[in-house]
């Protein structure tokens, strides 16, 4: 499928001894960052077509939690959708990779183009020039950049799919405008704020048919609160990315959110859904706005009272030390192993259900030394995320 703006595969495989699927009376569902994000366009998919070490890694770690729907962060988008068909024919359905799993058969994808690296024509950073990859909507060197994807093993009802890439920043009530502190001026000017997006990437509203019944996967990757200056414009982007989906989940605050066909309005007030995606905002730690994902766990649509967590980020805490230190939110809650020196580890990825769903079990693929998977771990800085739900009898078709 070339020179299409979106794109989704259904590729039907069934295969005897091919491993075994979740119980039907439960769904995993996980969020990865994989950091499949290649300096160039088109060298992922050179990377993915000679057995390339960090994606069997990758996918034997998917193929260990064996996730039934799962969103990848950072996996560059091309329109064709060649790199992503690699990955899921050449490792994740591949008869033997090193080590003992299994094929795992996600045979539902969508992906679509994202605000990286897609030249705004302004000077974003304020440098004096106009072009490179600050001055895109989305930080990246080239469109597509840093994007990302949905697997399932469920049918996706494309049809249904929500994408809001284009949404305005300034059409956000209460924009969080960065202001200089040295000037006490705007960052942006005011052409450039009228024509910033909000989404660094962009904020999916994906429909799964789960056994009949509908499941809203809402994804994102907003930009990390850092790489900017004491006028915090990126930190102030990350709250407001974050707090899209708040709006989105709220009736009475999610009007001026407009999709790109046209359509305005957030999801209906008895959708059963999941937050997924790497939000580059922990709850209590880092450099975030304060409240900017707290909001959205403490939402009450939201059920946030499992945390997903694991043995490893305790070890990991505890031996790495630096800023670990400093750092108050238990460690076993952590997702990301960042900078020990600069920023410590974090809880910054997220698998995050709706109050409707009946929530089983998680975790958090972080072994701990000398558990079998620590060798796989070096992949990514972070962790696959994984929650097990039960959707209702009368979840909506």
Not at 174 to 185: E, M, S
Not at 268 to 284: K, Q, S, V
Not at 324 to 340: C, E, G, V, Y
Request: proline letters at 7%.
């Amino acid at each position: 499928m070339r020179n299409i703006k979106y794109f989704h595969l259904s590729l039907i495989i069934f295969v005897a001894g091919a491993g075994t699927a979740s119980a039907d009376d439960h769904v995993r569902v996980a969020t990865f960052n994989i950091s499949f994000n290649r300096r160039s366009a088109g060298d992922l998919t050179k990377d993915l077509s000679d057995m390339n070490p960090q994606a069997i890694k990758v996918a034997t770690i998917l193929r260990t939690v064996r996730p039934d729907i799962v969103l990848l962060n950072e996996v560059d988008f091309d329109e064709d959708g060649t790199a992503i068909l690699l990955f899921q024919q050449q490792y994740l359905q591949a008869i033997s990779l090193p080590g003992d799993t299994d094929p795992l058969y996600l045979s539902h994808l969508w992906s679509g183009p994202v605000n990286t690296g897609i030249p705004s024509g302004r000077d974003l950073d304020n440098n004096g020039l106009i072009g490179g990859p600050a001055d895109s909507y989305g930080f990246g060197w080239f469109p597509g950049q840093f994007g990302m994807v949905v697997l399932s093993r469920f049918p996706i009802q494309t049809e249904s799919v929500r994408t809001f890439q284009r949404l305005l920043w300034k059409d956000m009530p209460d924009a969080r405008r960065p202001v200089d502190p040295d000037t006490g001026r705007h960052w942006y000017s005011d052409e450039n704020w009228n024509a910033l997006r909000l989404s660094s990437k962009s904020h999916w509203d994906v429909p799964i048919n789960v056994n009949g019944k509908r499941l809203h996967i809402l994804a994102s990757h907003p930009t990390p609160p850092a790489f900017d200056g004491p006028e915090d414009r990126n930190g102030c982007r990350n709250a407001d990315e974050i707090r899209f989906w708040v709006d989105y989940l709220t009736p009475g605050l999610s009007n001026w959110i407009q999709d790109d066909t046209g359509v305005f309005g957030g999801l209906a007030a008895d959708a059963h859904f999941c937050i997924l995606g790497d939000l580059n905002a922990d709850p209590i730690d880092g450099g975030s706005v304060t409240g900017a994902v707290g909001r959205l766990i403490e939402h009450p649509r939201v059920n946030s009272q499992l945390v997903p967590q694991s043995e490893g980020a305790v070890r990991a805490s505890s031996e790495q030390e630096g800023k670990n230190r400093q750092h108050h939110a238990p460690a076993a809650n952590d997702t990301a192993d960042f900078s020990d020196k600069t920023v410590g580890n974090l809880r910054v990825d997220f698998v995050l259900p709706s109050r409707t769903l009946q929530v089983m079990s998680g975790g958090v693929f972080w072994p701990a030394p000398g558990d079998a998977g620590t060798e796989l771990l070096d992949c990514s800085d972070h962790r696959l995320v994984w929650i097990n739900i039960g959707l209702p009898e009368n979840a909506a078709d």
